[in-house]
């Protein structure tokens, strides 16, 4: 690790684990205090509406950061991932923001099918089989969770 490559800051598992942890910092500081309120006299915290969101938000910051880390402590990985197109970081990170920032006006359903079917396109998966299921999945979870467990997802501009 004596010799720092800054080319090792370009690989898209730091690129893309950065954005995520920032992503991460912003869910857990700002979008579950202000969208998500807390019962007054609540004893266990771990019954609150806010834990599992808590939990989840910080094992995205842990495992985000654990892949810009393994990144630096495994050289020879880095190396391998300088040499990928910088478009597939591009197309993730925006995937993954448009996913977080179009969820609530695109609807679940629809963002779903997008963010599924750009990231199988950016990896050249060639099966038909998975674009259908990429676009059937979806539906399926949105009316699991509607449906079976009574989550309120939104719709978009799906059922207006």
Do not use: Q
Not at 9 to 37: D, E, K, M, W
Not at 100 to 115: D, P, R, Y
Request: proline residues 7%; negative net charge; contains cysteine.
């Amino acid at each position: 690790m004596n010799d720092f490559d800054t080319r090792r800051l370009l690989c898209p598992n730091v690129i893309f684990g950065i954005t995520l942890a920032i992503l991460s910092i912003a869910f857990i500081y700002a979008f579950i205090p202000a969208f998500i309120n807390e019962p007054p006299g609540l004893k266990n915290p771990m019954l609150s509406p806010r834990w599992l969101p808590m939990v989840m938000g910080w094992g995205c910051f842990i495992l985000s950061m654990s892949l810009v880390i393994a990144e630096f402590f495994h050289p020879e990985i880095a190396e391998h991932h300088v040499h990928e197109k910088s478009l597939h970081v591009l197309v993730l990170c925006a995937v993954l923001l448009s996913y977080v920032l179009l969820f609530e006006t695109a609807g679940a359903i629809l963002i779903g099918v997008v963010a599924t079917v750009a990231l199988f396109a950016i990896r050249s998966v060639k099966s038909i089989v998975a674009y259908i299921l990429a676009i059937a999945l979806p539906f399926v979870v949105y009316f699991f969770f509607t449906t079976l467990l009574e989550v309120p997802l939104p719709t978009g501009i799906f059922m207006e």
